[in-house]
């Protein structure tokens, strides 16, 4: 009776899926689990050449010599153990197989019986674990370099080059995107990327990306991952014909806002996987606090900076302010009321700039704030001229020689009669953006008569104010009042502009 006869019985009954082989390579049995696994039914298989069915094109030459070897030398290596290997199924596609292989002898004839057992479930088991291995490494190495004291373009080759190695996926691309949240910047490539996809490199650098166009700029329009199984066949890649058969995107977000996109490309033919989104993801968040970290530090920075430097040019200006209110005093008391006020207008200066960012503070607001602190009265006092910002050390000096001339205008000038009035315009001046002229103009007052010696508020007047603007000062003493210009003297730009620098 046939061998394949004998065990018909217990090819039906076994879990795993069995094929009977004989000397020349011919299925001889083929039992229903083997018609699950490989798609073959056993009317369709047996007869057939099991290498030239089953066994996958890269391993068929070796299949046929080692069969022929047993033939013609009685040597067989795979017989009595446990192999992993893969097999082809009806529809071309490879699956992963345990095989152990027994020869049967019955009535002088010989037989190999196969048992092979699908393990798809058991890789993927074992990926996905060795993939949260990775993942949870990658990750861990991602923070420590987030504690440490590296720039963010560091932090994105080591983002790119840990995904590429957990996604196995050869080339990782970051593009930064500016501060119109609509042009994208093409930023730092994986590692290996300038040498391995070089093509990729310049065509990138030779498309201007924004919002919308070709891969990344989906992935900013959307703020979401976008997947291209198939590069070479979808419209909106704009880089083909350059060996890349994938590709994927995702954004990188910091403060509210997309503040990067990283893309990577694979050479073979991907679908799209759920969990390496996933992972792009949460390791993109940890870029973006990186990003948030080192701003936080850059901005702490620039304010202590900025506060030592306000700080000490304060305190030269008390210093200035004491020394000249109390140096040549008789009246102890007026020296007091005297130095009080003017401190009073550094004050209400710095609450200005404190209100507008510190860096820079509209001029008009200035010219109010010390006219306030000295009362003007709002019917005799105007005050005219474009939004326009200066610098918190200009500020303080512009607050100082305000607050001068409105002193002295009570005392001695226009204010000090009834009928007084003082018309305070600044404007831009035509040949030069970052300049701007600013005059103080008596009239219906005492004449003005030339001090016999220059105090304190000459020197804010004169030269502290030409030293912080940059202007030239002019002071005229004529019948009909004071007058005082300022020409040339620097500003920032209007709000917007002075905002952006």
């Known amino acids: 009776m046939p061998i394949e006869t004998i065990l018909r019985p217990i090819l039906d009954t076994v879990l795993d899926a069995v094929v009977v082989m004989d000397r020349n390579g011919i299925i001889r049995a083929w039992n229903h689990h083997s018609e699950t696994i490989f798609g073959w039914t056993a009317d369709e298989a047996i007869g057939h050449n099991l290498g030239d069915l089953i066994v996958p094109p890269a391993m068929r030459e070796a299949h046929h010599r080692g069969l022929a070897r047993f033939n013609a030398e009685g040597v067989a290596r795979v017989l009595d153990q446990r192999l992993e290997l893969s097999g082809i199924r009806r529809d071309g596609s490879e699956v992963p197989v345990e095989l152990s292989i027994t020869l049967v002898n019955r009535e002088g004839r010989e037989m190999f019986v196969g048992f092979l057992r699908d393990i798809s479930e058991r890789r993927q088991a074992e990926a996905q674990v060795e993939f949260q291995l990775r993942e949870s490494r990658l990750m861990l190495e991602l923070s420590e370099l987030a504690g440490r004291d590296a720039s963010f373009e560091k932090a994105l080759v080591a983002t790119l ?110 679908q799209p996987e759920p969990a390496l989104l996933l992972s792009a993801r949460a390791i993109g968040a940890q870029v973006g606090r990186v990003h948030e970290r080192r701003r936080a530090e850059e901005l702490q920075a620039l304010l202590l900076a900025e506060l030592n430097h306000r700080a000490k040019n304060i305190l030269a200006v008390v210093r200035a302010i004491a020394h000249l209110s109390f140096g040549s005093a008789s009246d102890l008391a007026q020296a007091q009321a005297i130095f009080d006020r003017r401190l009073d207008s550094i004050a209400k200066a710095n609450e200005i700039l404190h209100a507008q960012s510190g860096q820079a503070a509209l001029l008009g607001d200035i010219v109010k704030e010390a006219l306030d602190g000295c009362a003007a009265p709002a019917d005799r006092v105007t005050a005219a001229g474009p939004d326009l910002c200066i610098d918190s050390s200009t500020a303080i000096t512009v607050s100082l ?73 002019e002071v005229g003493f004529a019948p009909t009042g004071l007058t005082y210009r300022i020409v040339g003297a620097r500003h920032r730009g209007a709000p917007d502009r002075a905002k952006a620098a």
């Open 401 to 473: 020689a305000v607050h001068e001339l409105c002193t002295n205008a009570f005392k001695y000038g226009a204010l000090s009669v009834v009928g007084g009035t003082v018309a305070m315009r600044w404007s831009g001046v035509a040949d030069d953006d970052t300049r701007f002229d600013f005059e103080w103009v008596e009239s219906g007052g005492p004449a003005a008569e030339t001090p016999s010696r220059s105090g304190f508020g000459m020197r804010i007047l004169q030269r502290a104010m030409e030293l912080e603007t940059g202007g030239k000062a």
């Open 161 to 270: 080059d840990a995904i590429c190695e957990l996604a196995e996926w050869p080339v990782g691309h970051a593009f930064l995107v500016d501060d119109d949240d609509c042009t994208l910047v093409s930023s730092v490539w994986s590692t290996s990327a300038k040498t391995a996809a070089r093509p990729l490199v310049e065509a990138t650098a030779a498309i201007a990306f924004g919002r919308g166009i070709g891969l990344p700029g989906q992935v900013l329009e959307t703020v979401q991952p976008v997947w291209i199984s198939t590069l070479e066949s979808d419209r909106a890649f704009l880089r083909k014909g350059l060996g890349f058969e994938s590709g994927f995107a995702f954004p990188v977000s910091s403060g509210g806002r997309c503040i990067a996109v990283l893309e990577f490309f694979s050479t073979n033919p991907r």
